[in-house]
Nanobody
Framework: VQLVESGGGLVQPGGSLRLSCAAS????????MSWYRQAPGKERERLAS????????NFPDSVKGRFTISRDNAKNTVYLQMNSLKPEDTAVYYC??????????WGQGTQVTVSS
């Protein structure tokens, strides 16, 4: 089983990034996929989830209207589009898979740094 995040990097405030998470080794289409992030010295927080049927939920008010989650089951990939990035969005971003049988997997994370 693998979840491989990509698309992170350094971006200026106000900029955009699209993170990707490529999944393999399990039935991707059956899993709810989520994006989390963890900033230095802070707890990991859930940003957004998307069910196998495509229903989405965003969580913290800090990202509502700026971040969008989507998935492509044909490509076994989940995305996080991040717009209007702020310095406080700097964190390691993680991909997470969760099934109805309470099986879960984590990616290794990708660093996002928002700085001028």
């Amino acid at each position: 089983v693998q979840l491989v995040e990509s698309g992170g990097g350094l971006v200026q405030p106000g900029g955009s990034l699209r993170l990707s998470c490529a999944a393999s080794g399990f039935t991707f289409s059956s899993y709810t996929m989520s994006w989390y992030r963890q900033a230095p010295g802070k707890e990991r927080e859930r940003l957004a989830s998307i069910t196998s049927a495509g229903g989405t939920t965003n969580f913290p008010d800090s990202v509502k209207g700026r971040f969008t989650i989507s998935r492509d089951n044909a490509k076994n990939t989940v995305y996080l589009q991040m717009n209007s990035l702020k310095p406080e969005d700097t964190a390691v971003y993680y991909c997470h898979a969760f099934s109805l049988f309470r099986v879960e997997y984590w990616g290794q994370g990708t660093q996002v740094t928002v700085s001028s």
